[in-house]
């Protein structure tokens, strides 16, 4: 029988086991999350934040979307050995808010809600203790995904091609930023390195057959 968890604090977010209790974060990790908490709650610098995050977490390895969505598994706790576990559902679709005049500095600020791809690594259920500095009148939970971004992946795959030929960052989201289980065809049909393009299905468009724009190219 599948064990599941469901938090009061984030009813809409399902973890499934395995579950690693006090799972240490190392230093890297602690400074992913204090740049996300700091870009979120701007009150407390980086600094602030990276000495605050607790050094130990909760580590989940799946997670289900509710309403009848994807069960996606962690890359970080796959097992090999396992029957089951020698399968990628890791490889996630999500959304993340950016500038949309990131190209002209000339030009205010104006945030957006961008779409990508990548590696869902892990999931971590972080408790934050009450601290009236950090605006915190109790204990907070936060329910968070690491994940390995397919670099320059960005679009909406369900309305035009998107590819991606390595991946990029490790970056925090919020688990609700991911959004479902998405796939990976590579190709190397436009790229003689190679690429990969991602298969985002949608109830609004279903291709029986997937053909990459052709483009010639020349070998090195």
Not at 101 to 126: C, D, H, Q, S, T
Not at 135 to 140: A, C, N, Q, S, V
Request: proline content about 6%; hydrophobic content about 40%; glycine content about 6%.
């Amino acid at each position: 029988m599948e064990i599941l968890c469901v938090y009061f604090t984030d009813p809409d977010t399902i973890l499934q086991f395995p579950r690693l209790r006090g799972f240490p974060l190392n230093n890297e990790v602690r400074q992913r999350l204090a740049a996300f908490f700091h870009t979120n709650y701007p009150e407390q610098t980086f600094h602030a934040w990276l000495d605050f995050i607790p050094e130990r977490a909760e580590r989940w390895g799946k997670l289900r979307i509710p309403d009848g969505g994807d069960s996606i598994r962690c890359a970080g706790v796959v097992d090999p050995l396992s029957p089951y576990g020698k399968r990628d559902l890791s490889f996630v679709r999500y959304t993340f808010q950016k500038d949309a005049n990131e190209n002209f500095p000339n030009l205010n600020i104006r945030m957006v809600e961008a779409f990508g791809y990548g590696r869902l690594n892990f999931i971590l259920a972080l408790a934050l203790p009450a601290d009236e500095d950090f605006g915190l009148d109790e204990p907070r939970l936060h329910i968070l995904a690491h994940i390995t971004e397919a670099k320059h992946g960005e679009g909406d795959a369900t309305t035009k091609f998107v590819s991606f030929a390595k991946f990029g960052r490790l970056i925090i989201l919020d688990i609700s930023s991911v959004q479902r289980l998405v796939g990976q065809v590579r190709t190397e049909g436009t790229k003689a390195s190679g690429e990969w393009y991602v298969i985002d299905r949608s109830l609004d468009m279903a291709e029986a057959v997937f053909q990459p724009p052709e483009q010639e190219y020349e070998e090195d």
